[in-house]
């Protein structure tokens, strides 16, 4: 059995000694190693054949000075993969870090295809957290496919039902063609979205605007093939991709009939989008902007807080009476949201955003903080590095707005920022 070793440098090697193997030491990539780390293995620790064989079938062992087209790597007979050298537990953390690793395409293909049919037919509290990963990259909750299959399969085809919506899923991203004149545009409604995915509600007596595949893709490797047919053909592939779809309307916004859609293919969708708004924008770009400030306002590791009358206090004032107060004379700029769009501010984040915010602004300039500025909030550790910290650009002078102003002099410059911004924006839709 294999062992995986550190070298040196800080890399991996695995040493593979046996009959069964031509050569005995083997070099890993560092996402293999991780891979064999999720195991629950440890350094020098004997980890199982068939783990060993996954990681040469994703390309992540190569012989020293040989790449992995060497013929003595090729000759490797693959072992039964019936041997159950591992918890189930374990096994599951191992196909989370090929998702991770690899994504969930990955799973319908190679050994790694393997590994996964091993996994099915397993009590549900044991792969929960695989079909909850599974599920989630397709669009579904875990509620959702547990709910569809005790309802269809009795409880018995938890992964194989994830497995299966996720084939839904990436055919409606990279295959599916749309109506682009349905009739019944006007009557679909954006409910949600969490990013990759929009939840958008259709009439019910909506003819479908597309055609469900009524065959798994070709790739997917054959045995696995044939433990999903029957999901499929029962209907997660046709009939039954409305209902999946409407559990999860049903669960997720109490909505009955709908698509669940990848979100870069919305512009694809004939549905009705808010129009753009500059009265949108502004007030999210200025809301997002009070949330990094009130971070800095929270953090331990910062010199202030609420209410202390620090200058970095008195700015968050400033942006908050914008947009909770109003400012020259003009209604805070949450209530010309209110009152001036037919849309509302979800709304608008939902269709240009990921849910939470929006992403995809189009008359506001969002930029990362000046340098002085990252110094103070990564540098001390009241941001995380790495974490996406964006501000708006005041529209006259090009200038990004501060988050942790420490002068009078930078607050100042700060609110004179703040002021290019019009106290009453084009709303785009007057109603």
Not at 200 to 220: A, F, G, L, N
Not at 256 to 267: D, K, Q, S, T
Not at 280 to 305: G, I
Not at 374 to 396: M, N, S, Y
Request: with cysteine; charged share 25%.
């Amino acid at each position: 059995m294999p062992k995986l070793k550190r070298r040196k440098d800080g890399g991996y090697f695995i040493h593979a000694s046996g009959d069964n193997n031509p050569v005995n030491t083997f070099q890993v990539t560092d996402r293999g190693a991780e891979i064999v780390k999720s195991s629950g293995r440890s350094l020098d620790e004997f980890f199982p054949d068939q783990l060993f064989y996954l990681l040469h079938d994703l390309d992540h062992l190569s012989t020293k000075g040989a790449d992995l087209t060497d013929p003595t790597i090729g000759d490797i007979t693959n072992i039964d993969w019936a041997t159950d050298e591992l918890s189930v537990e374990s096994r599951v953390q191992v196909a989370l870090q090929l998702i991770e690793t690899h994504g969930v395409s990955q799973l319908f293909d190679g050994d790694a295809a393997k590994w996964v049919l091993g996994l099915t037919g397993n009590a549900p509290v044991l792969i929960e957290p695989l079909v909850e990963a599974i599920a989630a990259a397709a669009g579904y909750s875990y509620e959702t496919i547990h709910e569809y299959n005790d309802m269809f399969h009795e409880g018995e085809r938890l992964l194989d039902i994830a497995l299966c919506a996720y084939l839904q899923y990436q055919w409606l991203r990279d295959t599916a063609t749309f109506d682009g004149e349905s009739q019944h545009r006007k009557h679909r409604v954006v409910h949600g979205s969490t990013g990759s995915h929009i939840y958008i509600e259709v009439p019910s007596d909506e003819q479908t605007t597309y055609t469900i595949p009524t065959d798994m893709p070709e790739s997917i490797d054959e045995a696995l093939r044939d433990e999903l047919s029957d999901v499929w053909g029962l209907g997660v592939g046709s009939a039954g991709f409305a209902a999946l779809s409407s559990f999860e309307l049903t669960n997720r916004h109490d909505i009955e009939h709908g698509v669940i859609l990848p979100a870069e293919r919305l512009a694809d969708f004939p549905v009705d989008l808010p129009p753009r708004s500059v009265l949108t924008e502004q007030y999210e770009a200025l809301r997002l902007l009070q949330n990094h400030v009130e971070h800095v306002l929270s953090s331990p590791n910062s010199d202030v807080e609420y209410g202390d009358g620090s200058i970095c206090d008195q700015w968050y004032q400033h942006i908050h009476d914008r947009l909770t107060n109003g400012s020259n004379g003009e209604d805070a700029l949450g209530a010309q949201q209110g009152d001036r769009v037919d849309h509302t501010a979800q709304t608008y984040r939902d269709c240009y955003g990921d849910g939470e915010q929006v992403t995809d602004f189009k008359f506001i300039t969002q930029t990362q903080p000046d340098e002085s500025e990252q110094l103070r909030l990564f540098g001390f550790g009241i941001f995380d590095h790495g974490e996406q910290v964006h501000v708006p650009v005041a529209p006259d002078t090009e200038a990004p707005l501060p988050v942790y102003p420490q002068s009078e002099h930078e607050l100042t410059q700060a609110v004179a920022l703040l002021d290019e911004f019009p106290a009453k924006p084009s709303a785009g839709t007057p109603v």
